[in-house]
């Protein structure tokens, strides 16, 4: 709208002063500098106004980062089979590219898996860019939980995963995760995504959940009874 009306008011102003110079009351040269004038304060005002409602963007969301992050985010989903059998495919690093969004590759950088300190680097692709973030594995108990912190340039955060029992052949996974920017800017950046991470988390449990259930329920082995012969023996 400002823009608007500055190109009106320039009109405006040309056809006065032309009107002025056919009367001889402004020159050639009055006339030009008084339009390179009004032009010139029509620009610097409109600059501004743009850096005014910028810096209130930029302040505004320094102060919402320094508020809002870290931030956590729990995520739960129910299951419909024991959880040794989710653990196995839960845990199963040839089948982790597949539920997990944009995930190509995981490689071990150092220790062993299972094992507590072994690190790990995870490559992304998003939106054509290669994503590198590494991993420090700080909690591993087997069918149970796994905790670790990750690590980027702009971000960091850890996650600990449980899967717990609910009855027979029925497990739910839970899932807490607390994140955060490096820096100020991007504090806030990361705070404003938190429902962009929510629903990313949903969506790639979701697909764990669909592709463990896709195995066919494994039928717990009833217990031997003991022999006696051994018993007397």
Not at 36 to 55: A, D, P, R, S
Not at 206 to 231: H, V
């Amino acid at each position: 709208i400002k823009i608007c009306l500055a190109g009106s008011v320039e009109a405006l102003l040309r056809a006065l002063l032309t009107a002025l110079r056919c009367v001889g009351v402004v020159t050639k040269s009055n006339y030009r500098i008084i339009l390179l004038k009004h032009l010139i304060g029509e620009k610097m005002k409109i600059l501004k106004t743009v850096l005014v409602v910028v810096g209130l963007f930029v302040g505004g969301l320094i102060i919402y980062g320094m508020m809002n992050t870290p931030f956590t985010v729990e995520t739960r989903v129910e299951i419909d089979r024991p959880v040794e059998q989710a653990w196995t495919v839960f845990d199963d690093e040839n089948l982790v590219t597949q539920w997990i969004s944009g995930l190509q590759k995981i490689e071990i950088t150092s220790g062993k898996k299972g094992e507590v300190g072994s690190t790990y680097r995870l490559t992304f692709l998003e939106s054509g860019e290669e994503i590198v973030i590494n991993e420090l594995i700080t909690a591993y108990e087997p069918n149970k939980r796994i905790a670790f912190d990750i690590d980027h340039e702009i971000m960091f955060g850890n996650t600990d995963i449980r899967l717990e029992s609910r009855g027979e052949n029925k497990c739910e996974l839970i899932s807490v995760s607390e994140m955060g920017g490096k820096g100020i800017f991007m504090k806030g950046l990361m705070a404003m995504g938190k429902s962009s991470v929510e629903a990313r988390q949903q969506k790639d449990y979701n697909q764990l959940k669909t592709l463990i259930e896709a195995q066919p329920l494994l039928k717990k082995q009833p217990d031997m009874p003991a022999d006696s012969s051994m018993i007397e023996g």
